[in-house]
T-cell receptor, first 110, second 116 residues
Framework: GESVGLHLPTLSVQEGDNSIINCAYS??????FIWYKQESGKGPQFIID?????DKRQGQRVTVLLNKTVKHLSLQIAATQPGDSAVYFC?????????FGQGTELSVKP | DAGVIQSPRHEVTEMGQEVTLRCKPI?????LFWYRQTMMRGLELLIY????????DSGMPEDRFSAKMPNASFSTLKIQPSEPRDSAVYFC??????????????FGDGTRLSIL
């Protein structure tokens, strides 16, 4: 089966700094990975995805890195803003099913 | 564009009552997923449909839970009879299913269910 762990349950950063959220997964057969952001009272919001044939993908202010050798992903947020405060989930996709971990809560200090 | 629409947003009812949660997926999406989120267990997949057909219901907790998708634009999750331990936020998500390429799931804002 798939289990997902996160290195830090909470992360506090200063506004303007870069944030790095890490995620470990266990199943080497996972071939697609999604990062979601969940704000209080809302559903998970798609941020960025990456397929297993890539090791890096960039979006607007976000970069996802995938290291299949050690089964590790990271989400980098550049110039973190107060609006980035939320819980972030990485979700490996296996056979059409997403496996969610507990998430990392990002707090941005003004 | 309209996202995934869930109703009601909040539901409070007494144990033993029937609860029906509703979901309208994004138009054109042919995969639909029901999740439950609690502090203790996080986000759990309950069931998902492809082209209105249930594919995997292994996450449905017990026979009190049932889900239907009568057409491409509507799904229900029913709990009968409800119990206090069913209290959670229930999310519906949809995605386009290509059969050969994974696509991201897009979530609604959930139904917060409280069973007294």
């Amino acid at each position: 089966g798939e289990s997902v762990g996160l290195h830090l349950p909470t992360l506090s950063v200063q506004e303007g700094d870069n944030s790095i959220i890490n995620c470990a997964y266990s199943n080497s057969a996972s071939d697609y990975f999604i990062w979601y952001k969940q704000e209080s009272g809302k559903g998970p919001q798609f941020i960025i995805d990456i397929r297993s044939n890539m090791d890096k993908r960039q979006g607007q202010r976000v970069t996802v890195l995938l290291n299949k050798t050690v089964k590790h992903l990271s989400l980098q947020i550049a110039a973190t803003q107060p609006g980035d405060s939320a819980v972030y989930f990485c979700a490996p996709n296996q056979g059409g099913k997403l496996i969610f971990g507990q998430g990392t809560e990002l707090s941005v200090k003004p | 564009d309209a996202g995934v629409i869930q109703s009601p947003r909040h539901e409070v009812t007494e144990m033993g009552q029937e609860v029906t949660l509703r979901c309208k997926p994004i138009s054109g999406h042919n995969s639909l997923f029901w999740y439950r989120q609690t502090m203790m267990r996080g986000l759990e997949l309950l069931i998902y449909f492809n082209n209105n057909v249930p594919i995997d219901d292994s996450g449905m907790p017990e026979d009190r839970f049932s889900a239907k998708m009568p057409n491409a634009s509507f799904s229900t999750l029913k709990i009968q009879p409800s119990e206090p331990r069913d209290s959670a936020v229930y999310f519906c998500a949809s995605s386009p299913w290509t059969g050969w390429s994974n696509q991201p799931q897009h979530f609604g804002d959930g139904t917060r269910l409280s069973i007294l």
